[in-house]
C-alpha cells in the first residue's frame, strides 16, 4: 500500500460544486502539503500544515480551504468549484529528520466543467 | 525572473547519449536543492539532493555553482526509462517557512 493516499483519483464536476479531496500518510510525517500542478507552470502550493494546530497559506490559496483532522490526514475542499480549478492535484508529507524530502500521493486529476 | 527557471525542453535523445539540465534560482541565500522525477501523469519522486559542491549517483550528477546561482543534473549512458520530467527543487534560505520551490521541468525523452 502506498505510503500517502489520496482520494478521490479522479473526479469530474461541475461547476459550483463543493468538492473535497482526501489525503492520508502512514510515514508519521508531522508535515503535510497540498499542490496542484498545471500543465508548463510546475508545482504551486495551495496549503501547508506543520502539524495538526498549523495550517498556512502558500501561493495560490484562494478558493480553497484545508481540514488537518489528525496528523495523519490533510484535506482539501474547493466550496465552489470553478473550471479553472482543473489540475491534477498532489498531497505531500514530509519531516525535517529525514532531510526534508517530499513523499507524494498519486495524485487527484479534478476535472471541473 | 521567476525563484526557479528551467529549460522546458523537450531533450530529445539517442540511447547511450550524455544529456545535461540546468537550473537557475534567484534568491543567492537558498540552502539546499534536489532534482525530482516525474514520470507522466505520476508523482514526482526525488533522484537526488545538492548539499555542497554537487554529488554523483552513478550515471547521475548533481552541481551547484554558487557563484552563478545554477544547479545542473548531468545524465550518462541514458537509457529509455530515463524519459520523464526532471524538476528542479530550491529549499529557501534559514529563517523562512518551509516550503520547496519547484521549477516547471523539464523533459527529457531518450529514443532507440
Known amino acids: ?113 | 525572473r521567476k525563484e526557479v527557471e528551467q529549460d522546458p525542453g523537450p531533450f530529445n535523445v539517442p540511447e547511450g547519449a550524455t544529456v545535461a539540465f540546468n537550473c537557475t534560482y534567484s534568491n543567492s541565500a537558498s540552502q539546499s536543492f534536489f532534482w525530482y522525477r516525474q514520470d507522466c501523469r505520476k508523482e514526482p519522486k526525488l533522484l537526488m539532493s545538492v548539499y555542497s559542491s554537487g554529488n554523483e549517483d552513478g550515471r547521475f550528477t548533481a552541481q551547484l555553482n554558487r557563484a552563478s546561482q545554477y544547479i545542473s543534473l548531468l545524465i550518462r549512458d541514458s537509457k529509455l526509462s530515463d524519459s520523464a520530467t526532471y524538476l528542479c527543487v530550491v529549499n529557501p534560505p534559514p529563517g523562512s517557512s518551509y516550503k520547496l520551490i519547484f521549477g516547471s521541468g523539464t523533459r527529457l525523452l531518450v529514443r532507440p
Not at chain 1, 500543465?39 to 490559496?61: A, R, T
Not at chain 1, 490526514?73 to 526534508?100: H, R, V, W
Request: hydrophobic share 30%.
Open chain 1, 1 to 113: 500500500d502506498a505510503d500517502v493516499t489520496q482520494t478521490p483519483r479522479n473526479r469530474i464536476t461541475k461547476t459550483g460544486k463543493r468538492i473535497m479531496l482526501e489525503c492520508s500518510q502512514t510515514k508519521g510525517h508531522d508535515r503535510m502539503y497540498w499542490y496542484r500542478q498545471d500543465p508548463g507552470l510546475g508545482l504551486q502550493l495551495i496549503y501547508y500544515s506543520f502539524d495538526v494546530k498549523d495550517i498556512n497559506k502558500g501561493e495560490i490559496s484562494d478558493g480553497y480551504s484545508v481540514s488537518r483532522q489528525a496528523q495523519a490526514k490533510f484535506s482539501l475542499s474547493l466550496e465552489s468549484a470553478i473550471p479553472n480549478q482543473t489540475a491534477l492535484y498532489f498531497c505531500a508529507t514530509s519531516d525535517l529528520q529525514e532531510g526534508g524530502e517530499l513523499f507524494f500521493g498519486e495524485g487527484s486529476r479534478l476535472t471541473v466543467l
